[in-house]
C-alpha cells in the first residue's frame, strides 16, 4: 500500500496487547478491510478468554464505523477508536476537563477534553464521544463503549502507538514483512472478490470526469471560434461516453465469483501453511525478546537502548563448556561498563529460571555468563 502498487502477498492483521506485544495473527488473502475482521477477531478473543473476561479493544478510524461499532456493543465488548470526520469543532472553553499525559520521553503534556453522549443513528444506540482538544490546538474526537473514566480511555487509545512501534521493530528485526512463502494456489471458484468489470467501468467514469473538467478549461480560455467548436464537439462526445457508462453502472455487481470473472485458474493467492509457521516463531522470539529486555533494561544506564544491547547478546561470539553437571555458555559481548553489568545482572537472572536444553536427555541446567 505504501509503495503505491500491487505486490505479490498477503495482508496480516495483528492482535496486540497493551504494551504491544503481538498475540495473534490473521491473514488475508483477499485483503479485507478492518471492518469485516474486528467481529470475528472479538469472536475468537472470546472463545480464547472465556465468557465472563472483560475484553476492551482498541483500533484506529478505519474500524470506526457505526455499524462496526454497535455489533461489537450488541455481543457485550467494550471498544474506543477515533471518530471520522467531518464532526464539528468545539470552542475552547467548551473543553471543561484536563488530562495529564507522559509523550513517551517523560514529558508530561496536558490535554483538555469534554465528554457527552451521541446518538449513531438508524437505531445503533448511543456511545461516549470525548473531544480532546490537544497543546497544539488540534482536535481529535474518541469513540468508546466502555464504563471505564475517560482518562484511562485517552490513555489506552494514545497507547495504541506502541503497536506501531512494534510493527517497525518487527519489520527491521526479525523480518516481518517477509514473504515467507514462495508457493501460490488458485483461488476457489466461488471465492468472492470485487467486480473487474465494474472496477473498469468506475476506473474509465474517472478519466473522463477529470478530462471533462480539462476541457472545460481549454474551452473557458480558447479564443479562436474554431477551437471552440472543437472543444465543444469533444465535451459532447466526452459526455456521451459518461452517460452510456453510467447508464450500465447499475447493471454491474460490485462482486461476484472468481468463476464470474473469467479467472478461475488465473487468480492466485499466498499458501499461508509455512508464512504461519515462521511468524508463529517471530511472534515467540519477539515476546521472549521483550520480556528479556525488560528485565535487562533496569541495570542500564540508557535502559530504551534495551533491545539494540540484547541484539548485541544475540549475535555474540563465545565458548561452550558441556560439564557432567551442567551446559555453561559464555559469550563475549562488545558494550560500555554499564552495559556489561547489566548484562552480568541478566545472565545471573536468567540462570536462577533453571533452563534446560531441550535436547538434553540429562536435563543439565544452562548457565550463562558473558566475558567482562
Same mark, same amino acid.
Given at each position: ?21 503481538? =498475540? ?9 478491510? =478492518? ?110 463503549? %466502555? ?28 523480518? +516481518? ?17 470485487? %467486480? ?11 478519466? +473522463? ?10 474551452? +473557458? ?30 447493471? =454491474? ?92 545482572? +541478566? ?26
Amino acid at each position: 500500500m505504501q509503495d503505491k502498487r500491487v505486490r505479490p502477498g498477503t495482508t496480516d492483521l495483528y492482535v496486540h496487547d497493551e504494551d504491544g506485544r503481538p =498475540l495473534m495473527r490473521f491473514p488475508s488473502a483477499a485483503h479485507e478491510g =478492518l471492518t469485516s475482521w474486528l467481529p470475528r477477531v472479538a469472536g475468537w478473543l472470546r472463545a480464547a478468554l472465556g465468557e465472563d473476561r472483560r475484553i476492551l479493544l482498541a483500533f484506529d478510524r478505519a474500524g470506526a464505523f457505526p455499524d462496526v461499532i454497535s455489533t461489537l456493543r450488541n455481543e457485550s465488548f467494550e471498544l474506543v477508536t477515533y471518530e471520522r470526520r467531518p464532526y464539528r469543532a468545539l470552542a475552547e472553553r467548551e473543553f471543561d476537563q484536563e488530562v495529564t499525559l507522559s509523550d513517551g520521553e517523560g514529558k508530561p503534556e496536558v490535554i483538555r477534553y469534554r465528554e457527552q453522549h451521541v446518538g449513531m443513528g438508524r437505531g445503533r444506540g448511543d456511545v461516549r464521544r470525548i473531544a480532546l482538544r490537544m497543546p497544539d490546538a488540534r482536535q481529535v474526537n474518541v469513540l468508546t463503549i %466502555s464504563s471505564t473514566r475517560a482518562p484511562r480511555i485517552i490513555e489506552i487509545l494514545f497507547g495504541r502507538w506502541v503497536q506501531e512501534n512494534a510493527f517497525k521493530h518487527g519489520v527491521e528485526r526479525w523480518g +516481518l514483512n517477509q514473504l515467507d512463502g514462495r508457493t501460490f494456489k488458485p483461488f476457489d471458484a466461488d471465492f468472492v472478490i470485487s %467486480s473487474p468489470d465494474r472496477r473498469r467501468l468506475d476506473a474509465s467514469l474517472v478519466d +473522463l470526469r477529470e478530462a471533462e473538467g480539462q476541457l472545460h478549461r481549454k474551452l +473557458l480560455r480558447a479564443t479562436h471560434p474554431e477551437r471552440r467548436v472543437e472543444l465543444k464537439e469533444e465535451l459532447a462526445r466526452n459526455l456521451d461516453k459518461q452517460r452510456a457508462l453510467e447508464k450500465r453502472r447499475p447493471g =454491474l455487481p460490485t462482486h461476484c465469483t472468481v468463476e464470474e470473472a473469467g479467472l478461475h485458474g488465473e487468480l492466485m493467492h499466498q499458501q499461508d501453511e509455512y508464512k504461519a509457521l515462521i511468524d508463529t516463531i517471530r511472534t515467540a522470539c519477539i515476546n521472549a525478546e521483550a520480556d528479556l529486555a525488560t528485565t535487562l533494561a533496569p541495570g542500564m544506564a540508557r535502559p530504551r537502548e534495551a533491545k539494540r544491547l540484547l541484539r548485541n547478546l544475540f549475535s555474540a561470539s563465545g565458548a561452550l563448556r558441556v560439564t557432567a553437571n551442567t551446559i555453561e555458555v559464555t559469550l563475549d559481548v562488545a558494550g560500555t561498563k554499564n552495559e556489561q553489568d547489566a548484562l552480568a545482572a +541478566l545472565c545471573r537472572t536468567v540462570n536462577d529460571w533453571k533452563l534446560t536444553h531441550p535436547g538434553d536427555v540429562a536435563a543439565r541446567p544452562l548457565l550463562f555468563r558473558t566475558n567482562i
